[in-house]
């Protein structure tokens, strides 16, 4: 299980390193001139495009119009030259894209966004599926919209850290063990239970019981380097990371 106290764990990052960030993304897309924009854009959509639609939706929208709007949030967003101005000392980018957004939908109230979108944007293919059926369980809890965002956010952080991980596996040739061990990144390990769950791969238990040790500290420090590249300083880690793993355990 994912935990906020892995300060032992986790990959010292230096100032030079921590400056290359999703803030750093965030300000190279407000410069609309800039040949980073357009890579900084589809960064920014393939990152946070979940959260981002779940909010919309749980705001009354339409599957279609949330799509949309979704799609027009981002191109305003990276057209808006006062994005220039920011600085990652301004908060933490969930909050920040939070509060972006409300400003958004308030001033696209009653407005045809469809029409609207495009000016050379490419768009950012949104595929709902799997998000339109979490914001049917949330809608059923009456959690409000903000909290619907957080939780959504909170997901796409740790399956990142899960994509990241099944990546570092299969560069080492690996993707077999990950494959019969990434089930116990989200349950407790069960070291009975080792022994037929990688029976096909000629594992001894005592060897299992140490990938699956290792499987869950590579995938705390992936998960913290991922927070990390949304917040301001190396000091809101570990207030975020507790967040976040409050959120997942409701």
């Given at each position: 299980?994912?935990?906020?106290?892995?300060?032992?764990?986790?990959?010292?990052?230096?100032?030079?390193?921590?400056a290359t960030t999703h803030w750093s993304v965030v300000l190279a897309a407000g410069d609309s001139e800039s040949p980073e924009a357009q890579g900084a854009l589809e960064k920014l959509c393939?990152?946070?495009?979940?959260?981002?639609?779940?909010?919309?939706?749980?705001?009354?929208?339409?599957?279609?119009?949330?799509?949309?709007?979704?799609?027009?949030?981002?191109?305003?967003?990276?057209?808006?030259?006062?994005?220039?101005?920011?600085?990652?000392?301004?908060?933490?980018?969930?909050?920040?894209?939070?509060?972006?957004?409300?400003?958004?939908?308030?001033?696209?109230?009653?407005?045809?966004?469809?029409?609207?979108?495009?000016?050379?944007?490419?768009?950012?293919?949104?595929?709902?599926?799997?998000?339109?059926?979490?914001?049917?369980?949330?809608?059923?809890?009456?959690?409000?919209?903000?909290?619907?965002?957080?939780?959504?956010?909170?997901?796409?952080?740790?399956?990142?850290?899960?994509?990241?991980?099944?990546?570092?596996?299969?560069?080492?040739?690996?993707?077999?063990?990950?494959?019969?061990?990434?089930?116990?990144?989200?349950?407790?390990?069960?070291?009975?239970?080792?022994?037929?769950?990688?029976?096909?791969?000629?594992?001894?238990?005592?060897?299992?019981?140490?990938?699956?040790?290792?499987?869950?500290?590579?995938?705390?420090?992936?998960?913290?380097?991922?927070?990390a590249n949304t917040v301001a300083t190396p000091a809101e880690i570990d207030s975020e990371m507790g967040y976040l793993v409050e959120l997942l355990a409701k």
């Open positions: 299980m994912l935990s906020s106290d892995s300060k032992g764990e986790s990959v010292v990052r230096t100032a030079s390193q921590f393939q990152t946070y495009w979940r959260p981002l639609y779940t909010f919309v939706r749980r705001n009354g929208y339409e599957p279609e119009d949330a799509q949309d709007l979704t799609q027009a949030f981002f191109e305003r967003f990276l057209k808006n030259k006062t994005i220039r101005n920011l600085a990652p000392e301004k908060g933490r980018l969930r909050n920040f894209l939070l509060t972006v957004l409300k400003r958004f939908l308030r001033d696209q109230h009653d407005r045809a966004v469809t029409a609207k979108r495009g000016g050379g944007v490419p768009l950012i293919p949104l595929d709902t599926v799997e998000v339109e059926a979490q914001i049917q369980v949330a809608s059923s809890s009456n959690s409000s919209p903000d909290h619907a965002f957080d939780r959504a956010w909170a997901e796409t952080v740790l399956q990142g850290g899960v994509e990241r991980l099944r990546a570092q596996y299969e560069t080492e040739g690996r993707a077999a063990l990950f494959a019969k061990l990434s089930p116990y990144l989200t349950r407790p390990a069960d070291r009975s239970g080792y022994a037929g769950s990688v029976e096909p791969l000629n594992m001894e238990a005592n060897t299992v019981a140490a990938e699956v040790f290792r499987l869950r500290r590579r995938y705390r420090e992936l998960v913290r380097a991922e927070v």
